[in-house]
């Protein structure tokens, strides 16, 4: 069974890091892209990024670009999204997914909430 | 960047009758390239339509998707009960991979 299970929720304060994981299994990991997409309360999906664990092809959305950092290991089967310093703004939903190259997004992780509060 | 633009926001029907969305692009999206999503509230989204019209797998055939260049539309035929929920759609053929703002079909 393809799956993706991510990380537990977090619970930070500003200006703290953080970085939280989605580990593949069920399938070649490097063979497809892994995305983010956050969702803040109540919000649509955003997508921030991708990368291509083959390689570690990375792309961002501008939106995005500079405020995070997307990384994988593909010795493990897992990829990550980190901030070296998270605002309140940044409490939201975080969600990875595959996708073969140039395809849509067909498995998702169970979401990773993330609270940002002092 | 590709502008995705669902319409209507909020769509309320009766369990049976015929649900239609519709997403437009800013700039002309290959048709091999707009997908759509369902979410229902605290799940993560669910791929139902890939290429415009392919269903993806195990998805009823009530569920249908047309369109093409810049407009696009998601058609449930008769809907369900569990259908109930928040639609997005998505240009994942160029990047960045845009979503639609999405469209809430609720229960009249």
């Known amino acids: 069974e393809v799956q993706l299970v991510q990380s537990g929720a977090e619970m930070k304060k500003p200006g703290e890091s953080l970085k939280i994981s989605c580990k593949g299994s069920?399938?070649?990991?490097?063979?497809?892209?892994i995305g983010w997409v956050r969702q803040m309360p109540g919000k649509g999906l955003e997508w921030m990024g991708n990368?291509?664990?083959?390689?570690?092809?990375?792309r961002y959305s501008p939106s995005f670009q500079g405020q995070v950092t997307i990384s994988a290991d593909k010795s493990i089967s897992t990829a990550y999204l980190q901030w070296s310093s998270l605002k309140a703004s940044d409490t939201a939903m975080y969600y990875c997914?595959?996708?073969?190259?140039?395809?849509?997004?067909?498995?998702w992780g169970q979401g990773t909430m993330v609270t940002v509060s002092s | 960047e590709i502008v995705l633009t669902q319409s209507p926001g909020t769509l309320s029907l009766s369990p049976g009758e015929r649900a239609t969305l519709s997403c437009r692009a800013s700039q002309r999206v290959s048709s091999r390239s707009l997908a759509w999503y369902q979410q229902k509230p605290g799940q993560a989204p669910r791929l139902l339509i890939y290429a415009a019209s392919s269903r993806a797998t195990g998805i009823p055939d009530r569920f249908s998707g047309s369109g093409s260049g810049t407009d696009f539309s998601l058609t449930i035929s008769r809907l369900e009960p569990e259908d109930f929920a928040v639609y997005y759609c998505?240009?994942?053929?160029?990047?960045?991979?845009?979503f639609g703002g999405g469209t809430k079909v609720e229960i009249k």
């Open positions: 998505q240009d994942h053929g160029s990047s960045p991979r845009t």
């Open positions: 997914a595959r996708s073969p190259p140039l395809f849509a997004f067909d498995t």
């Open positions: 069920g399938y070649i990991f490097t063979n497809y892209w």
């Open positions: 990368i291509y664990p083959y390689d570690s092809d990375t």
